[in-house]
């Protein structure tokens, strides 16, 4: 079953995403020397800077860090997932003197070719450095158009079924180069969670949960949690469930 955690705003949010997190980072270090976790971008950021930063039971130097999906621009590029995470967490984690975690990021060297075929190489690399059995606990958004990962809502890659990592030149929302994780790797992860916050995610989330039959990229996310050991769960505000028929739970 998918479990929905609501709260009154980010604030509250941000704190019990990070207890989750920390009780699903020790679980998996008392069986394992490194913690797996993928980052999304969009609002997911600030509300782990706000969990995570100056929390003291963060191991970080344990976690390996990956991105769930990643536009294909350079690192410092105000449109890339991992820049957005360097400045709002990376940064301000190194002010604090501690050993910070690994960071996998795409090869920013093969960015500025248009060519589509060096996506596939940027993608395809990614899919390298990935663990074969999958992520321990990724952390997903859901767009307002219930788009997840760089998974859009009718999207060829939704079908996409040979690869881990897979490339697109068509997202609808800008910019248009991008790497995702697919549905086939996400099955394979430890435990998928989603943030999803404020008013304009309302209208989807009552599809999401409302509508069985949902072809939603979340909504077939939330269709893998028989897969995932871990499960599948939900933190959202409660302006973002207002009128949206689940059991609200609290972490
Ligand atoms: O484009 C993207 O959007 C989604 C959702 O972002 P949000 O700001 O609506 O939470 C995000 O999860 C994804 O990583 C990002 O590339």
Not at 51 to 78: A, C, H, M, Q, T
Not at 79 to 85: H, K, Q, T
Not at 180 to 189: G, I, M, R, V
Not at 238 to 245: M, P, Q, R
């Amino acid at each position: 079953m998918v479990k929905v955690y609501a709260y009154e705003d980010s604030d509250a949010i941000a704190k019990s995403l990070a207890k989750f997190i920390i009780q699903q980072q020790d679980a998996i270090l008392a069986t394992k020397e490194q913690f797996t976790i993928a980052i999304s971008g969009g609002s997911l950021i600030s509300i782990l800077a706000k969990g995570l930063l100056k929390n003291k039971d963060i191991k970080w130097s344990k976690w390996v860090i990956y991105f769930s999906d990643e536009r294909v621009v350079p690192l410092n590029d105000k449109d890339s997932n991992f820049g957005a995470f360097e400045k709002e967490v990376l940064e301000p984690l190194a002010h604090e003197n501690l050993i910070g975690p690994t960071v996998v990021t795409i090869n920013e060297s093969l960015v500025h070719s248009e060519d589509h075929k060096t996506d596939q190489q940027i993608a395809e690399e990614y899919e390298a450095s990935l663990p074969e059995h999958g992520i321990d606990l990724v952390l997903l958004g859901c767009g307002p158009d219930g788009h997840t990962c760089s998974l859009f809502p009718g999207h060829k890659l939704l079908s996409e079924s040979s690869s881990n990592v897979a490339a697109l030149y068509d997202s609808p929302k800008p910019p248009p180069r991008r790497i995702t994780l697919t549905l086939k790797y996400l099955a394979k992860s430890g435990t998928i969670c989603f943030v999803a916050t404020g008013s304009s995610k309302q209208t989807v989330l009552k599809e999401i949960f409302g509508d069985s039959e949902s072809k939603l990229p979340s909504a077939i996310v939330n269709g893998l949690a028989e897969d995932v050991k871990g499960g599948v769960c939900w933190f959202v505000d409660n302006s973002a469930v207002e009128g949206v028929e689940v059991e609200k739970l609290q972490y």
